[in-house]
């Protein structure tokens, strides 16, 4: 099995439940609130530690309690935190989600997400990191700091995996660093001025970012599924049809799934499947890392299907 290793933010999450979006200057009432570790960097990875992949985190964390929480939640996944800084005087990541109709709206503050340099990059690729192995990041962090992550990756001859989300640039230099480009159709939009919504876009879309460099391009549709393209490859793997409690870590568990997945070198159809079903477990609970299923939980989800008669409704 191949390690991964994740530079990513980790967030503190603050969650309330309401009926409708306020207007603005409106104040009204909300339910359900509760506090729960996240952050797509920490999401993703834990995702992939739930189903038992090798995980190294790269992040940063204020001297708050929220930085205690965050950490020992990390630890008690089994994630690797030796290369995890605590800074002091500084907050810890936030993020305040706001719940509606199976839908969620997110506000982030990056604390000391966004304090990590190319310094704390470097110890950890020379020391632990293989040829090979997965390198996976995202756009919480530092974004001078991300491309320079993503670059180092690549050139130490890593699998990098990377979810430009939220939505940023990409340098044309960047683009050949990435090995797989996980996005949703809001940012392929933002990158390509694509919103892709049948298989015409889908293509459409894949050829741009092949153009730009990119070796292969894993696009999630939400409810609909997810579409995988390379020079060789088209696949198209719907959804699993589920009652969605909360959608906030569906995306980051269907990253995470799929990072486990391909560590254990299987194909790129099987990951994507193993990833849809641990993303619909998921939607099915409240709150976002501990929502996220086991391996375990997964395969049991996978035989009930199967004894259903059909993989995917």
């Known amino acids: 099995m191949k390690k991964i290793i994740t530079f990513g933010s980790i967030n503190m999450d603050l969650s309330i439940q309401t009926n409708r979006i306020p207007n603005n200057g409106e104040t009204i009432y909300g339910s359900d609130f509760f506090l729960s570790p996240g952050g797509k960097g920490a999401n993703q990875t834990v995702a992939a530690a739930k189903s038992g992949a090798q995980t190294y985190m790269i992040g940063g964390l204020g001297d708050d309690v929220y930085g205690i ?13 030796n290369y995890i800084e605590s800074f002091p005087n500084t907050t810890s990541g936030v993020a305040v989600i706001i719940r509606s109709k ?7 503050n990056g604390g000391a997400n966004h304090l990590l340099d190319h310094r704390h990059i470097d110890p950890v690729l020379a020391n632990i990191a293989s040829p090979g192995d997965i390198f996976l990041t995202q756009f919480e962090n530092d974004y001078d700091t991300i491309l320079y992550a993503l670059a180092k990756a690549k050139d130490k001859e890593l699998w990098t995996i990377f979810n430009p989300a939220p ?4 340098p044309d230099t960047i683009y050949p660093k990435i090995k797989l480009l996980i996005i949703n159709q809001w940012e392929c939009k933002f990158l390509s001025g694509i919103y892709p919504t049948k298989e015409s876009d889908y293509k459409q879309a894949i050829t741009f970012f092949q153009q730009k460099g990119v070796h292969s391009i894993l696009i999630t549709l939400g409810s609909e599924g997810s579409v995988f393209g390379n020079k060789s490859t088209y696949m198209f793997i719907p959804s699993i049809s589920v009652q969605s409690v909360d959608t906030t870590a569906a995306g980051d568990t269907y990253i995470g799934a799929l990072a486990y997945s391909l560590s254990c070198n299987h194909s790129i159809k099987t990951s994507m499947e193993y990833a849809t079903m641990a993303a619909a477990l998921t939607v099915s609970k409240q709150g976002a890392q501990e929502s996220i299923p086991t391996k375990q939980e997964v395969e049991n989800f996978k035989l009930e299907l199967y004894q259903g008669g059909n993989q995917h409704e």
């Open 69 to 81: 929480q965050l950490l020992n939640t990390l630890k008690g996944y089994c994630v690797n935190c």
């Open 167 to 170: 939505a940023n640039e990409i």
């Open 102 to 108: 199976g839908d969620n709206r997110i506000i982030l």
